[in-house]
């Protein structure tokens, strides 16, 4: 099994520009075109690029075959002493390309920026592995913050407009360094939940669909409940009379108090 690394995850894609079917230019046909039209000499640009000259050869022929007008053609003589020259419409689909391949990374870097969190995935995705005896590890992100006496009422977005309250110590959530935007991981404990098919009045509750239910031969009950966010909570109940049936639309009954907020390092 590999070992988790801890590089940051960074947004990156490839750009290219086809003619029907066929690839017209990507980033390595273009590199060989500008060297070509560095060294005038096809051999040399593919020696440069550590490609045979028939990989560089076929990649020329496939360009000129797909473009309006040639892109690379041969010269006898003249003021660059003959060799293999770009005309002026091969000079002008590398600007254009090269304009467009800045534009695209000018993109993705605006992706990276749009989605700050993205890059604690990995790190994030190690928390979600670990073994606990809660059954439900939820990724989330913190949406507010609100004082309640004593405690902190920590507002968690699961998305899909579902949100999960947990009530913490002021000193959990100074140690955690709780903030909005931040993302974490809510455990709770499959036993501590209980279920009902209507809402109850001054409780948390979490709406969504009986996916799945399991019994064993004590009478006891596993019900997987299936959450808007496309989250799961699993659900333990003592005696298995109590479970509504397949796709039923049920609610989860939560105590704030049970919910355990986890952070990556």
């Not at 909005?180 to 669909?209: C, D, E, F, H, W």
């Amino acid at each position: 099994m590999n070992k988790p690394t801890t590089a940051k995850l960074e947004v990156h894609g490839r750009f290219w520009v086809e003619r029907g079917p066929h690839v017209f230019l990507g980033r390595g046909r273009v590199d060989l075109l500008e060297k070509i039209n560095i060294s005038h000499s096809i051999a040399e640009a593919a020696r440069q690029l550590s490609m045979s000259y028939k990989t560089a050869w076929d990649m020329i022929n496939a360009m000129n075959n797909l473009a309006d007008q040639p892109l690379v053609v041969r010269a006898k003589g003249g003021r660059q002493g003959g060799g293999t020259v770009l005309t002026d419409y091969g000079q002008q689909v590398i600007a254009h390309y090269r304009a467009m391949e800045q534009e695209y990374e000018t993109m993705l870097a605006a992706l990276e920026q749009r989605y700050p969190h993205f890059g604690q995935l990995q790190a994030f995705d190690r928390c979600l592995q670990l073994r606990t005896s809660a059954r439900n590890q939820l990724a989330a992100v913190v949406h507010k913050l609100h004082a309640h006496g004593q405690r902190i009422i920590v507002d968690l977005d699961l998305g899909a407009q579902t949100f999960l309250q947990a009530q913490l110590t002021r000193a959990s959530v100074e140690a955690l360094d709780l903030r909005s935007g931040r993302q974490v991981v809510a455990l709770i404990k499959a036993p501590t939940m209980t279920l009902s098919t209507v809402p109850i009045a001054n409780a948390q509750t979490l709406r969504g669909t009986i996916s799945h239910i399991e019994t064993d031969n004590e009478g006891h009950a596993e019900i997987a409940l299936a959450l808007p966010s496309n989250h799961h909570l699993i659900i333990a109940l003592d005696h298995a009379v109590e479970c509504p049936p397949l796709e039923t639309e049920a609610f989860a009954i939560i105590d704030p108090r049970q919910v355990i907020v986890a952070v990556t390092p």
